[in-house]
Each structure stands twice: as C-alpha cells, then as structure tokens.
C-alpha cells in the first residue's frame, strides 16, 4: 500500500507524542509514589507569607530521627539536676509553649521562682535574637541558658551529656539521628533545634482569612484589625506581629530587672525588653516580661491610661504631654476581638508536639 512522505511523517510524530505523553504519566506516577513514601511530618515548610528562615538548617538539616531525639529531650527531666524539670514545666502546648498562669514566671528546681515568663515557643526558626533580652542569637544555644540557669535546671552541659552517655536508651537514638558513637553537646543541641524550628504557627483564623480560605472575619475583628494597624502594628508589625526589637513599654519608672541593658550595658537599654510576636496571643496569658497583666484586657488599659514615664520609655509611647496610646474602651475591646483571632488551634493541637511518653 502506497503511503506519502508527508502521511509517514504524521504517523511518526504521532507515534512519538503518544510515548511521550506515556513516559510523562509513568515518569509522574513514579515521582507521586516516591513523595508518597516521604513523611511530610518532619519536612520544615516555610509558610508562602512568612520572611525567610533564619536558621542555619544548611548544617543541621530536619530529619525524623533528629526531630524525634529532640522530641524526646525537650520532654525528659534528665536536663535538670535533680531530674524534676523538663522543657516542658514552663513551654506549655496549650498555651503555645508559653508559661501558664499556674505559675508565671519559670518553676525550676527544688521550687525556685525564675524572675521572667517563659515566652511562647513558636516560629523560632525566623528569630534573629531569643529570650526577652536577646541574648542569645542562635537558636542551638537557647536550650543551654536554661539548663544551666540556677534558678531552672540547675544543671552543667556537661553534666547532662554524661548522663544521656550512661542511659540507657540515648546513645542508640543518637546513633540513629547523627551516626555518632558518643553524644556530645553539639549534637544533643542540633535534635533540640531539629525540634523547636518545626514549631511553626501559622493557620489561625486571621491566617486563613488573608489567604482566601473561605475563613471571614466578624465585623468587630475587621474593625479591631484596622485599628490594630493604626495604633499597634508600629511595633507588632508583619506577619510575625513583631519587629523584633527592645522598648520600655512603660510598666516600671524604675528597673529591678535591666532588660535589654543586661546584655547591651548600655544605659540606654535600661528597662528594655524585646517586643513580642502577638501570634497565639489569646492564649498565652499572662502577659510581659514578668507576667503583670493577667488578661488582654488588662494590657490594653494599661497602654490606652496606665503607661508610666521613665528616661528610657519609648518614644512612640511618649507623644507631647499624653503618654500611651489614645483608644476608647470600645476600641480596646475591638482590638481584642481580632487579636484572637491570631490563635491556631491546629498547633496547640498537633500531635508531633506531644509528650512521646504519654
């Protein structure tokens, strides 16, 4: 049978498209069976409108078996001299691993009364500075001041890595995460960032609003979101609610606690403390570096008619003769309503935080 150049030429195109498009479905299938196999629990995401991650994971990358020793650590009063104390006395889940109002400032060992509350353990990994002073710059080494704090665990770094070298369990797990045949503290510190950094909130109402979930906003929240703008987001800015920085919010004339001045010596810093990010913030009463007010309600009168006048108090607080910030009791209670919905309850819920042991 005669059959033209031009009809040959259509046959093998078409017969090239046709193994085209199978290889394409096969070479798909295969990827999707392959990402299927791949627990997503232990992937850091970073959500589309969050800045980009200041952890190092270059040299500590998440992987399960870290994240899970981490896990385990932050939940193991082995960390504490007399094995009373775990991370998890003053960074509660359901409080967004913040102190409760059970005890405000930190509990340590042998009942001591720490002099700060414990602040809320969420999107660390986007963190430049930690603690209310910022003296501490990188996440691996947050978990030292508290083991070490006489008032916490009361414990030497050393000390804990001899012990988790003698248990029973540890030395294998550490094998599993790391290849180690030794712990060491480096590595212990690693699986406590591999935990804390996967500790990411963001999936509040506010959150599902903004990216046109199907979520809505109440009146009251809609108009409690406007002013916050106007008259909060100066220093609660972003989508961290935070700017990250050290201000005299006004709550003292005089400075027991230095703040900012403990690590700066500056003078100038006296009275400082870092602003905090406000997400979860409806639930991780009570509020301040040493835990003054109780409520929100609380807060906010105190910055609308309770602000008091120190050398080093902010000056945004400080405008001509009136110190504060002008808001009505019924804008008070509409910034309220919306600073709710900045709760996610999806994280104070998720099981990868949990106690492995309960």
């Known amino acids: 049978m005669y059959i033209s150049r031009f009809t040959a030429n259509v046959c093998r195109w078409v017969g090239s498209l046709i193994l085209g498009v199978c ?11 392959i990402e299927g196999m791949v627990d997503r ?6 959500p589309d409108n969050f800045p980009e991650p200041t952890y190092t994971f ?41 102190d409760g109002p059970q005890h405000p400032m930190s509990v340590g060992v042998d009942n001591r009364r720490g002099t700060r509350n414990a602040p809320a353990l969420t999107n660390l990994a986007f963190m430049r500075e930690f603690f209310w002073d910022g003296g501490v710059t990188h996440l ?8 070490e704090n006489a008032q916490e665990m009361d414990e030497s770094l050393a000390n804990v890595v001899d012990k988790l070298n003698q248990d ?25 960032s591999q935990f804390l950094v996967m500790m990411v909130s963001a999936n509040s109402k506010y959150d599902k609003y903004m990216r046109n979930e199907g979520e809505s906003l109440t009146d009251a929240e809609l108009e409690g979101m406007k002013l916050f703008e106007e008259k909060c987001a100066s220093c609660h800015e972003g989508i961290l609610f935070s700017d990250f920085s050290f201000r005299n919010n006004g709550i003292n004339a005089s400075f027991g606690d230095e703040g900012r001045a403990r690590i700066t010596e500056h003078s100038a810093d006296q009275g400082k403390f870092r602003v905090p990010s406000l997400r979860n913030v409806g639930r991780t009463a009570p509020y301040m570096h ?3 007010f109780q409520t929100l309600e609380e807060v906010l009168r105190h910055y609308a008619g309770g602000v008091v006048d120190s050398p080093t108090l902010d ?14 009791e019924e ?28």
């Open 140 to 147: 691996d080494f947050v978990p030292t001041n508290a083991i």
């Open 331 to 358: 804008e008070q209670t509409k910034i309220i309503a919306f600073l709710k919905t900045l709760s996610d309850y999806d994280f104070v819920a998720d099981q990868r935080f949990t106690n492995p042991n309960h």
């Open 315 to 328: 000056p945004l607080l400080s405008n001509g003769a009136q110190l504060g910030i002008s808001m009505t």
């Open 58 to 98: 270059d040299n500590n990358p998440v992987t399960e078996k870290g994240f899970e020793l981490g896990r385990k650590l932050f939940f193991d009063p082995v960390l504490s001299r007399d094995g009373s104390v775990s991370c998890n006395n003053c960074h509660i889940q359901a409080t967004a691993f913040a």
């Open 41 to 46: 629990k232990y992937i850091f995401v970073k």
């Open 23 to 33: 290889l394409t479905l096969l070479f798909s299938c295969q990827t999707d069976e």
């Open 290 to 292: 040493n835990a003054r």
């Open 168 to 192: 029973d369990e540890y030395p294998a797990l550490f094998k599993e995460a790391f290849g180690i045949d030794t712990i060491t503290s480096p590595y212990m510190l690693h699986a406590f």
